[in-house]
Each structure stands twice: as C-alpha cells, then as structure tokens.
C-alpha cells in the first residue's frame, strides 16, 4: 500500500523559511517522478514544483520558481520542498503526489499524478 506523509508544515511569519519533507512508502521511490502542489481555502489545488525521477530535472511554476526548490533523496525515499521568502498569499495545505506514468514528464496536472499525500498546512502570518 502506496503512502506518501507530508510533514514539516506550520506558522510562520512573513520573510520565513520552510522545508517541507514528503517520506514515501509501498513503493519504489526511484521510479517516480514526484510534484508538490498547494491548494488555499475556496480554490483549486495549484501546481508548485516536480522533480524527475532521478532528481536531476526539475520544473516549477513561474510565479514561484525564485522562491521554491524541490529535491530529493532517493535513498530516504523523501521529496523535499524549501519555501524562502514567504508571504502570505503561500498560506495553504501542501501536497506531494507521485507519477510513474511513462506519458507524463515533470507533469504539473493533478489529475496526472497516481498518488497523493493528506497534505500539510502552512501558515504565513504578515
């Protein structure tokens, strides 16, 4: 059985800094591309970042991509993501989702991705 647990999400003021880690299990961590994404209260879950498989590619969203890093390490079998500079407007639960779809590189639609953590919120008071 496929996990994914999110963890190191909470409140933070303006101008912070988080890691938030993903630690998956029931699966073979190397053979998935992984992807954060995020999803505030009233709106629709929001791409951020994805990683390849080897943890060399990575792709972000533009209007987040000075600010946020994805990374891996395949031998824990954890996706990371370092959020600097925070803002309010981060404010939101964060997801991981993993694909093995051989269709889908880097994808940044949920729908294309095969499995999904309960998520962690984050918090970013002004």
């Known amino acids: 059985q496929v996990q994914l647990v999110e963890s190191g999400g909470g409140l933070v003021q303006a101008g912070g800094s988080l890691r938030l880690s993903c630690a998956a299990s029931?699966?073979?961590?190397?053979?998935?591309?992984m992807g954060w994404f995020r999803q505030a209260p009233g709106q629709e879950r929001e791409f951020v970042a994805s990683?390849?498989?080897?943890?060399?590619?990575?792709y972000y969203a533009d209007s987040l991509k000075s600010r946020f890093t994805i990374s891996r390490d395949n031998a824990k079998n954890t996706v990371y993501l370092q959020i600097d500079s925070m803002k309010p407007e981060d404010t939101a639960v964060y997801y991981c989702?993993?694909?093995?779809?051989?269709?889908?590189?880097?994808?940044?639609?949920?729908?294309?991705?095969?499995?999904w953590g309960q998520g962690t919120q984050v918090t970013v008071s002004s």
């Open positions: 990683i390849g498989r080897g943890g060399g590619n990575t």
């Open positions: 989702a993993a694909v093995n779809d051989p269709r889908y590189y880097l994808p940044t639609i949920p729908a294309q991705y095969e499995y």
């Open positions: 029931g699966l073979i961590f190397g053979d998935y591309g």
